[in-house]
């Protein structure tokens, strides 16, 4: 039973455009969000997060919004680089402790 | 900089052999986790611990033990390998309701 669903396995944009990379959430008890990136051959690396309490968060090209009441979570990314080619994870926690991830979105930017 | 240390960055056993994957970290951080990730499946919590002997099961422990003598080391045993349990294994380290910090992840292959 995945609590995190991500439906997009893939995602392919022309660099300089925007990245939009979904993710969806069942457990209304979850409050603290999160994106990661992971790059072949490394761990994934902690991105951006936000918590149930805002619904937009920010930094640098890296957005992220929270729809609280559709449990949709969404990472923007503008303008989009070819660096930015990897997989994203997005994950979710009951008060930031053991968290739940999705399957993951393989983003691809073409130069 | 946090970093969490994985022992074997590719490993290769036979079915039924007792297999350890260790685990270190840097940081003092009383949470650690193991997962494992599968393409599809994203990654999947498999342990995790809250404090020095202690242990929780996560959403797939069978087939799995686990380990946590010491704060900063968190083994994961596979009592006795099966070729399902063929996967990429990462450990996180995390101090509490911060992100997740990961290792680079092991290669397990069980022939």
């Known amino acids: 039973d995945q609590q995190v669903k991500q439906n997009s396995p893939s995602l392919s944009v022309q660099e300089g455009r925007i990245s939009i990379l979904n993710c969806d959430y069942t457990?209304?008890?979850?409050?603290?969000f999160l994106w990661y990136k992971k790059y072949p051959a490394e761990g994934p690396t902690f991105l951006i997060s936000?918590?149930?309490?805002?619904d937009k968060n920010e930094d640098g090209r890296f957005t992220v919004f929270l729809n609280k009441s559709a449990k949709h979570l969404s990472l923007h990314i503008v303008p989009s680089q070819p660096g930015d080619s990897a997989v994203y994870f997005c994950?979710?926690?009951?008060?930031?402790?053991?968290?739940?991830f999705g399957a993951g979105t393989r983003l691809t930017v073409k130069p | 900089d946090v970093k969490v240390t994985q022992s074997s960055r590719y490993l290769v056993k036979r079915t039924g052999e007792k297999v350890f994957l260790e685990c270190v970290q840097d940081?003092?951080?009383?949470?650690m986790f193991w997962y494992r990730q599968d393409p599809g499946l994203g990654l999947r919590l498999i342990y995790f611990?809250?404090?020095?002997?202690?242990?929780e099961k996560g959403d797939i422990p069978e087939g799995y033990s686990v380990s946590r003598e010491k704060k900063e080391r968190f083994s994961l045993i596979l009592e006795s390998a099966s070729t399902n349990q063929t996967s990429m294994y990462l450990c996180?380290?995390?101090?509490?309701?911060?992100?997740?910090?990961f290792g680079d992840g092991t290669r397990l292959s069980i022939l």
């Open positions: 994950a979710a926690s009951d008060q930031g402790n053991d968290m739940r």
């Open positions: 457990n209304s008890m979850f409050d603290y």
């Open positions: 936000i918590s149930s309490i805002k």
């Open positions: 940081m003092d951080h009383e949470n």
């Open positions: 611990s809250y404090d020095v002997k202690m242990k």
């Open positions: 996180a380290s995390q101090a509490p309701n911060q992100p997740q910090h």
